[in-house]
């Protein structure tokens, strides 16, 4: 019994680790239906505390594999000792493991709503819980999204339902999607075992029949033309790449030379484009004390009729105390540059210790161990104007927004041009996070049907088309620039328009579903 139980865990966390795999940068997205149709299948029939323990494994599986990378930002930039920066990645991956966890117990409790391997529990039960406990992953402490398993599919025909039912819905249709595989299994092993084809091959085959249509028909959609590009309006955009090595940028030596290095590359840009994009924090110092070199930089940008979007931190006293923005500021604009001005985009959405402190008296400790520069930011808006250039609206977010849909949707409008986002991914090396990050971020350019226009300090620099496709990529870890000209997109998908309205249908109809038929003698 208890190498049986061994067995069930090492299973899981394998059907967890594999997951990866269906992510950038690697794409083998049927993978994903395998590892959570494999975790459905190890839960089906277990007590909550078994499913409790295989859901914790497969998420230590999962988390292990997809976001190790996270090492890199802990000891190479936090400077920390190995075992310090292990065990702080190991707490992470097990409190996000925790998620898994509370999902298998649900699925188990609930075992006289939906009893084990039944359509109830696979189709209609677990779907709904996960959406549940990814919702809670998503919000808690700010949330950590990173990882939805609907990412996994913009490679596979679901990719036509995020212009529709954005990435909250794709990851239903594929929960839903892994309770018809497993149900499908669960049969295919029942005939091989017990040889009972009579009983099993109409339940086979009608899960079968579902499992394709639900898999396949997206593609249909895939035709479908949301939006439509005004080729009446045509705009020259170039995008800075200044690769600062992280271990130097916050240096206050280094600052000089990235000033420099900003300053050259966009110079020699200038007679080319009409709008020029810095990546977020590119200016490493406050803009209060950066007003000399501001001003000259829009003196430039309004000589060349051009508009220059800068990555910069803001210091704002008020009565009591003072705020620190992580803000994208915008020269020549259409009054010359002048502290404060309003056409800026305070960041909204921080990244736990890595920006501010949740549990500030309880976690405060880590935080000053890890010794992570700008750590103490202030909240900007959640709903502010879009940033405006050259006459064109974007709406903007500064890196780990960019896979937040929910707030790209409330700053969304219906005359928005292009989508808009700066990063530093520098924290993360030569791995595979920042792949995973752009991933996300096509997915964006995809639900709105919107040219999604991406600048990084030191890659994934690239521009992305409305259907999710990378027109231009810059190479990583090189001083660089990149520039294409763009028209923007008019029109709103489904998505935009309607917002979670359809999400909310489809999950109050696999609800009424589950409800149990009362019968009448």
């Known amino acids: 019994m208890f190498k049986q139980v061994l067995i069930q865990q090492l299973m899981a966390t394998i059907l967890g680790g594999i997951a990866v795999f269906s992510y950038a940068p690697f794409h083998f997205s049927l993978l994903a239906l395998l590892s959570?149709?494999?975790?459905?299948?190890?839960?089906?029939?277990?007590?909550?505390?078994?499913?409790?323990?295989?859901?914790?494994?497969?998420?230590?599986?999962?988390?292990?594999?997809?976001?190790?990378?996270?090492?890199?930002?802990?000891?190479?930039?936090?400077?920390?000792?190995?075992?310090?920066?292990?065990?702080?990645?190991?707490?992470?991956?097990?409190?996000?493991?925790?998620?898994?966890?509370?999902?298998?117990?649900?699925?188990?409790?609930?075992?006289?709503?939906?009893?084990?391997?039944?359509?109830?529990?696979?189709?209609?039960?677990?779907?709904?819980?996960?959406?549940?406990?990814?919702y809670l992953r998503g919000t808690i402490l700010t949330g950590f999204s990173w990882l939805e398993?609907?990412?996994?599919?913009?490679?596979?025909?679901?990719?036509?339902?995020?212009?529709?039912?954005?990435?909250?819905?794709?990851?239903?249709?594929?929960?839903?999607?892994?309770?018809?595989?497993?149900?499908?299994?669960?049969?295919?092993?029942?005939?091989?075992?017990?040889?009972q084809w009579r009983i099993s091959k109409t339940h086979f085959f009608n899960a079968l029949i579902a499992l394709l249509i639900f898999y396949f028909a997206p593609i249909l959609t895939n035709c479908a033309e949301w939006t439509h590009q005004d080729n009446s309006r045509q705009v020259n955009v170039s995008l800075v790449?200044?690769?600062?090595?992280?271990?130097?940028?916050?240096?206050?030596?280094?600052?000089?030379?990235?000033?420099?290095?900003?300053?050259?590359?966009?110079?020699?840009l200038l007679e080319q484009s009409d709008i020029i994009i810095w990546p977020e924090a590119a200016i490493t110092d406050l803009e209060t004390n950066q007003q000399f070199y501001l001003r000259q930089l829009d003196q430039l940008a309004r000589a060349n009729?051009?508009?220059?979007?800068?990555?910069?931190?803001?210091?704002?006293?008020?009565?009591?105390?003072?705020?620190?923005?992580?803000?994208?500021?915008?020269?020549?604009?259409?009054?010359?540059?002048?502290?404060?001005?309003?056409?800026?985009?305070?960041?909204?959405?921080?990244v736990p210790f890595g920006e501010y402190i949740?549990?500030?008296?309880?976690?405060?400790?880590?935080?000053?161990?890890?010794q992570i520069p700008m750590s103490s930011m202030s909240f900007g808006e959640r709903i502010q104007k879009p940033l405006v250039m050259k006459g064109f609206k974007f709406t903007t977010v500064i890196c780990y927004e960019a896979i937040l849909s929910d707030l790209v949707l409330a700053n969304f409008s219906n005359d928005t041009d292009f989508l808009l986002t700066v990063s530093n991914d520098a924290?993360?090396?030569?791995?595979?996070?920042?792949?995973?990050?752009?991933?996300?971020?096509?997915?964006?350019?995809?639900e709105f049907g919107r040219t999604m226009i991406r600048?990084?300090?030191?890659?994934?620099?690239?521009?992305?088309?409305?259907?999710?496709?990378?027109?231009?990529?810059?190479?990583q870890f090189k001083?660089?620039?990149?520039?294409?000209?763009?028209?923007?997109n008019t029109g709103l998908t489904p998505y935009a328009k309607w917002g979670h309205f359809p999400l909310f249908i489809m999950m109050i109809i696999l609800s009424l579903l589950l409800i149990p038929k009362t019968r009448y003698n």
């Not at 990851?171 to 040889?195: E, P, T, V």
């Not at 001083?479 to 923007?488: A, G, V």
């Open 455 to 475: 600048s990084t300090n030191n890659g994934i620099t690239a521009i992305i088309d409305p259907s999710g496709k990378i027109l231009q990529q810059a190479p």
């Open 479 to 488: 001083t660089t620039t990149l520039s294409m000209q763009l028209s923007p």
């Open 241 to 268: 790449q200044g690769n600062i090595t992280q271990s130097l940028k916050w240096n206050a030596n280094q600052l000089e030379n990235t000033l420099h290095t900003y300053y050259s590359l966009t110079k020699n």
């Open 36 to 134: 959570f149709s494999g975790l459905l299948l190890l839960i089906a029939d277990k007590s909550a505390k078994q499913a409790a323990i295989i859901g914790l494994s497969w998420g230590l599986g999962y988390f292990s594999s997809g976001i190790h990378w996270v090492y890199i930002s802990i000891k190479q930039y936090g400077e920390l000792p190995t075992i310090v920066a292990i065990t702080i990645l190991v707490l992470l991956i097990v409190y996000l493991s925790l998620y898994p966890l509370l999902f298998a117990t649900l699925v188990r409790l609930s075992n006289k709503l939906a009893p084990a391997y039944s359509v109830k529990q696979l189709v209609l039960l677990s779907p709904l819980l996960w959406q549940f406990t990814e």
């Open 305 to 350: 009729q051009s508009a220059i979007a800068v990555g910069i931190i803001d210091l704002r006293h008020n009565s009591d105390d003072y705020d620190i923005f992580n803000t994208l500021i915008v020269l020549g604009d259409e009054n010359p540059y002048h502290y404060p001005t309003e056409n800026r985009y305070n960041k909204h959405h921080l």
């Open 358 to 370: 949740p549990l500030q008296l309880l976690l405060e400790p880590i935080a000053n161990l890890l």
């Open 427 to 446: 924290w993360f090396g030569e791995s595979i996070g920042p792949w995973q990050h752009l991933q996300m971020v096509q997915a964006r350019a995809l």
């Open 149 to 195: 398993f609907g990412y996994s599919q913009l490679d596979s025909p679901l990719k036509g339902l995020f212009p529709i039912i954005g990435i909250d819905g794709v990851n239903l249709i594929f929960s839903i999607l892994c309770g018809l595989l497993a149900y499908l299994i669960c049969h295919l092993i029942y005939l091989i075992r017990y040889k």
